[in-house]
């Protein structure tokens, strides 16, 4: 018996699932195995269709709802043709998926994944194009085809490794062989590897785009250099042949000599360019009245130095151009001599002596390249004469050329190093210091008189603000005396009518 009250006993253990419990008809135990399995079978089904969902959000059929009394509305829905309609895809493409996918090839790629991925973006402004116009725009070097961003972008290398990022390597060019070697159609293999099978075999492919490249641009880049040289040079002599800078120089040094009176930085008879810089650095000290400067000959009030004092906020700068001002106005317009200085502090000698040697590197590279072709060392040439004479062709003329101009470039590059020298000699600088290591540039150096003109403009500036400021407050006060004139005046001939009205006034009562 079992523990409950009125539950049945466990069935016998054994085979079988044993006799149903009793109360419980057989029929009625079929039909429930027989829902459940059909309850299974739809589950199924509906998980396979894979119909779009209707996105929602649900809620209950609470009582005085809308959903709540909805027994009433009975639809007709076919579910076979819901799925139909709403189905991820037609029922054609379902039933074509099956059959396609067991036909799918696997592709085949003759290079690792990143690598495919770098050709893959390499290749894409010549997607308008097929494999084969590529290949033989490449062997003709046709303009057309191979753009200037189009060749840049398949000549690209990785900045860590230098090796290129789109054309092919050895071990690459080494898979393409064997692969055509093998005899399979190119269909089998993803786009990189198409690619790579496509060119692999083009003789001198980097040294070859490397001349269409030079061709196009080498022209550009030679007078771009050459501008820059012609700057950096026409900079340093206008710096050198200023009398309106040298002059300002006289007046600084005399001006630090008594700043520096006493010290052991006195009785200076010069002083680096460097110093420019500080002289809208020191601050003047505060003061009540503006000093009258001492001066050498005797002047008339109208031709004394008249000195802001404005304390804190004025520099030595500020008191130069008082005295230049007052003295010698023409030597504030010195940035008219130097107009080359702004543009050449961006010039760094350096970086042009570097892209000088990497344009020769590269010309290097194509000039053996074009030997060994001549030679008859060209191991992967075609042997279509096509391919061998346009090379052959464009490479020593234009090598040859190209030469001559690097050669001239670097010419012109020692000559400005020349004159940087002998210009940096002529203010003090010692001429063999600035040829070393770790010297200071050109471009700096020059940056020392860039800064000095545009801390010069800004006292200027300031000087005219002020030199306005006072015409305005001069007359201010010229007007205001001249009121006071008028009034005084109407005064007193109000005064002299009245004593004369009184004068007549008694002579008639007399």
Known sequence: KGKGKGKAPPPPKGKGKGPLPPGEPKAKAKSKAASAAEDAKEKLRRAVAKVKP????????????????????????SRSMIESLFAWGNAQGRAARPRSDSMAVT?????????????????????????????????????????????????????????????????????????????????????????????????????????????????????????????????????????????????????GNLLNDGTARGDAQGFRINTLTQLSQLKQAEQT???????????????????????????????????????????????EDLSHVPAAVRIELEDVGRDIHQLRASLNRISKSASLKEAGGDSSADSSSEVQDVFQTLA????????????????????????????????????????????????????YIKRFLEDLQRAVTAYKAHQEKMRRRAAKKKQKRGSQTRKSRVDAEAVLAAAAANSQATSELR
């Open 107 to 255: 592709k085949v790629s003759l290079t690792t994944e990143a690598r495919a991925m770098g050709i893959c973006i390499g290749l894409h402004s010549l997607k308008n194009y097929s494999l084969e116009v590529v290949r033989a725009a490449i062997i003709e070097l046709n303009g057309a085809v191979l753009t200037a961003g189009a060749t840049e972008l398949l000549l690209t290398c990785d900045v860590k490794t230098g090796q290129p990022t789109v054309l092919p390597i050895a071990e690459e060019v080494a898979a393409a062989r064997e692969f055509v070697a093998s005899g399979q159609h190119p269909d089998v293999l993803d786009d990189a590897s198409k690619f790579l099978v496509a060119v692999h075999d083009v003789p001198h492919l980097h040294d070859r785009l490397l001349l269409h490249q030079f061709r196009g641009n080498f022209d550009s880049r030679d007078a771009n250099l050459r501008l820059l040289l012609e700057t950096m040079k026409g900079a340093l002599l206008q710096v050198k042949g200023s009398r309106r800078l040298a002059s300002i120089l006289k007046l600084i040094l005399k001006t």
């Open 54 to 77: 209707l996105g929602w959000q649900k809620v209950n059929a609470e009582e005085g709802t809308v959903w709540a009394d909805l027994d009433g509305e009975d639809f007709d829905v």
């Open 289 to 335: 009245a503006a000093p009258s400067p001492e001066v050498s000959t005797p002047r008339s009030e109208s031709e004394q130095v008249q000195l802001r004092a404005g304390g804190m906020s004025l520099t030595l700068m500020d008191t130069l151009v008082d005295i230049i001002a007052a003295q010698k106005p023409e030597l504030l317009e010195v940035a």
């Open 396 to 447: 020593p003329a234009f090598v040859a050329r190209a030469e001559g101009q690097l050669a001239s470039l670097s010419e012109m590059l020692a000559e400005c190093i020349e004159v940087y020298a002998d210009v940096a000699a002529f203010f003090g600088e010692k001429r063999d210091a600035v040829k070393k290591p770790g010297a200071t540039p050109a471009h700096e150096w020059l940056g």
